[in-house]
């Protein structure tokens, strides 16, 4: 079973800068993207910014050029910097991960959920 921690967030001002952290166990789980999701109240969720083990990095375009996805040496840990946050990054941010495993000769892939945490911008 992959498990998350995840931190960071919290209540920050407009034009404020945080970072998120997340980090999926086992450590030798067979993890080939991750990322960060967020839920706004009455919105769908959206992918906000993923990064997997070849070093491509995907971000929403309300983020391009604001948020930064990056791994540290760590197994299974991504990073979210996020600068000159604006009210509508408010949400809570999901962690996600694909997560690959054999079964019988066959390769299945996993959608694996953090239970998120809040960042609220506000004045």
């Known amino acids: 079973q992959i498990q998350f921690v995840e931190s960071g967030g919290g209540l920050v001002q407009p034009g404020a800068s945080t970072s998120l952290y997340c980090t999926a166990s086992p450590s030798n789980a067979n993890i080939v993207l991750m990322g960060w999701y967020r839920q706004a109240p009455g919105k769908d969720r959206e992918m906000v910014a993923t990064?997997?083990?070849?070093?491509?990095?995907a971000y929403a375009d309300s983020v391009k050029g604001r948020f930064t996805i990056f791994a540290p040496v760590a197994n299974n840990t991504v990073i979210l910097q996020m600068k000159n946050l604006q009210p509508d990054d408010t949400g809570v941010y999901l962690c996600y991960a694909e997560h690959r495993t054999k079964v019988s000769g066959m390769w299945y892939s996993e959608d694996k959920w953090g239970s998120g945490t809040q960042v609220t911008v506000s004045s």
């Open positions: 990064l997997n083990t070849h070093g491509t990095r």
